[in-house]
């Protein structure tokens, strides 16, 4: 990761100066017209939060770059607004009619005022075998050796990432709904400027070889990705456990588990707590909020916005004599945030809280043995 | 030749549809303003009062978190509710305490600030109790309005 970071980072430095002076030139270029216009209504509502007002990205990856606006077809973006990528973050948007796409469409074109390409209907023919070999020595170190693409949700200015600009999953369902054989071929031919995809072309391989690599990225579709189908509700949204002890005493077991696993017990506070008035809070509803800084820093790179659920936060409730200890279940973030990447991590937090209600909860019993 | 392959491919984004949409469809709410941090936190805290809130301190996220890398120390979760209600809830549903009281994380981005929050709507699933139905889509309206006042806002 460090290696990345130094040799990445400074590689894409420009690209991040580059996309910080081109925010003024986009605002410029978008005219008040547009600003006004029903598309610029509808991205606001639904684009910005993670695009960013003028496609400059955030959360979500930037639109704003021309080589990308010039490569990809009115399509590519209205079946990536419909369908979304699965497990990508980008959410699917099926109740916008479609005016309400095609205006988003015409306003993200703004941003650049470049035309649409056309590209040809015929899919492209190649040879997937061929292709599966050129794919593993020259797209599967950015995009993942499945085509699970880049990690990350984007670029964020205000928190540097290892990557600025993330590798598509060339294995999302979304993304093959969307991308034609032609738009790939096209990217792979010329590459895209102010990005750290170059032209294949240039790189020596021949038409042929890019055929053959298209065939291959489009066999993806027969696979769907295993970290995308993990993203279901799940059955419960808390995870409770009754403790056989006093209230008193399952606070300490649960003050005791969590040291025990290295983790920073950071407050303790009723339930309402700076709400309620003081002294009227209920003196059975304690919460213990408690983090590690690696666990915080993971779950911030992975979704900034898994802020709404770090640091972990454990309930310990009495009520008609029956103590009771929960959590939100972390089993939610994943399909919550559409982020995939959080599956391993919504399953870290699952085991993590698991243990602890576990240890404080578990009976001592005397060793047989001695007794 | 291609048919069975591309209908396949639509049924499995249609599958895949029926597995995310819901969860899109107001789950997760997010709004980006254009105040700069420093103004939009208090402009968050007031337009949660003034729908009658009553607010927590806020809780700061990102601690020590310059220290491992990141250079923002603008992250923070507003923590608000109403006082008797939150108790009422707490005694009669104590399960639903993992989500109390309710909670809009703000965070910089920029010169700009983003919003997220769980959309009580969410829990409606988990906890189908008809008086709770009520509950959660005022809270749900009260922080649609929240969220969308601070989006509104104009940079002073």
Known sequence: MRFLKR?????????????????????????????????????????????????????????????????????????????????????????????????????IRSFTHGREPEFPPEPVVGDPKRGERLYAGFCAKCHGASGEGGKGTGLSFSRPRDLSILAPALN???????????????????????????????????????????????????????????????????????????????????????????????????????????????????????????????????????????????????????????????????????????????????????????????????????? | MKKPAAAASWIGVALLFLISTPLWGGDLLMVRSQLPFPQAQPRLEEEIVALGYTLSQARRVDIDLVGVGFTSGTYRAISYGDPEEIKMLSRRYPELTPFLPLQIVIFAERNESLLVALSPLYLKAFFPQPDLAGIFMRWNRDLQQIMENVRDAPPE
């Open chain 1, 7 to 107: 040799a990445l980072f400074p590689a894409l430095m420009p690209l991040l100066v580059l996309l910080l002076s081109a925010c003024t030139e986009i605002r410029e270029r978008v005219s008040d017209r547009d600003v006004g216009s029903e598309g610029a209504r509808l991205y606001a509502l639904h684009c910005s939060a993670c695009h960013g007002d003028f496609g400059l990205g955030g959360v979500g990856v930037p639109l704003a770059l021309p080589d990308f606006l010039d490569s990809i077809s009115n399509r590519y973006i209205e079946v990536t607004i419909r369908t979304g990528r699965p497990g990508r973050v980008m959410p699917p948007f099926p109740r916008l009619s479609d005016e309400e796409v095609r205006a988003i469409v015409e306003y």
């Open chain 1, 172 to 371: 999302n369902p979304g993304y093959l709904a969307a991308a034609s054989d032609q738009m790939i071929k096209h990217t792979l031919m010329e590459g895209r400027r102010g990005t750290p995809m170059r032209s294949f072309l240039a790189k020596g391989l021949s038409e042929r070889d890019i055929d053959d690599l298209v065939s291959y990225i489009r066999s993806f579709q027969h696979r769907t990705p295993a970290d995308v189908a993990m993203l279901q509700r799940p059955v419960k949204a808390v995870l409770a456990r009754r403790s056989p002890y006093s209230y008193e005493r399952t606070l300490e077991r649960v003050r005791r588990s969590i040291a025990a696993k290295g983790l920073g017990i950071l407050r303790e506070e009723f339930l309402g707590e700076g709400i309620v008035e003081p002294g009227t809070e209920n003196a059975r509803q304690r919460v213990i909020y408690f983090v590690d800084l690696v666990m915080l820093s993971d779950g911030l790179a992975l979704d900034p916005r898994m802020g709404l659920f770090l640091p972990c936060r454990i309930t310990v409730v009495e009520q008609d004599g029956v103590v009771k200890l929960m959590a939100a279940n972390p089993q939610q973030y994943a399909a919550l945030f559409n982020n995939s990447a959080l599956n391993e991590f919504g399953r870290m937090l699952f085991r993590t809280y698991l243990s602890i209600f576990e240890e404080a909860t578990l009976r001592h019993e005397k060793a047989r043995c001695c007794s």
